[in-house]
């Protein structure tokens, strides 16, 4: 799923600001606890659930990234 958000336009990096936490460690699981996520892997934005046991395609994550974070241009 990383690698799904690393390979994005580079129009839509400067939008977002990721963060990718690990279930090995404590502060992971509570991320996870916190979304209330049931499977990974996971996205969530702005601290909301969006994409879950799934991969989505690059045209549907930057167009869900757009909408949400689009500054007008």
Known sequence: MAESVKVLPEEIQELIDVRE???RTREGVQRFREL???SLPSIAMDGELIYES???GQEELCEEIRRRY???S
């Open 54 to 56: 799934l991969i989505p």
């Open 70 to 72: 689009q500054t007008g």
């Open 21 to 23: 936490w690990d279930l």
């Open 36 to 38: 209330r996520a049931k």
